[in-house]
């Protein structure tokens, strides 16, 4: 099993991003998909779920209105698009799966990709 995502650099505040996690090894349209986001020293938080259909998605509230997150079933990939990029949105930004429904917690998730460091800065 494998997650590999990719997007992430050294980015301008107020600008946009995306990021790709690319799903091997599982049955990626048997499961649930999320992004999480961690800064160093703290916990690893919740940015945004998808269910395995794309039919609903879920957003923390100091991302909602700016990120969106997507998935292409046939491409076994998982996106995400944020735009108004701010400092507080440094991190290091994990995918993971989850088999069945989503949640907002890190500890029901099966699998994790190796994360993508998003830098915000001037």
């Known amino acids: 099993v494998q997650l590999q995502a990719s997007g992430g650099g050294l980015m301008q505040p107020g600008g946009s991003l995306r990021l790709s996690c690319v799903a091997r090894g599982f049955d990626f349209s048997d499961y649930g998909m999320a992004w999480f986001r961690q800064v160093p020293g703290n916990e690893r938080v919740f940015v945004s779920a998808?269910?395995?259909?794309?039919?609903?998605?879920y957003y923390a509230e100091n991302v909602k209105g700016r990120c969106t997150i997507s998935r292409d079933n046939s491409k076994a990939t998982v996106y995400l698009q944020m735009s108004g990029l701010e400092p507080d949105d440094t991190a290091v930004y994990y995918c993971a799966a989850q088999k069945g429904f989503v949640t907002r917690d890190r500890v029901d998730y099966q699998y994790w990709g190796q994360g993508t460091l998003v830098t915000v800065s001037s």
């Open positions: 998808i269910t395995w259909s794309g039919g609903s998605t």
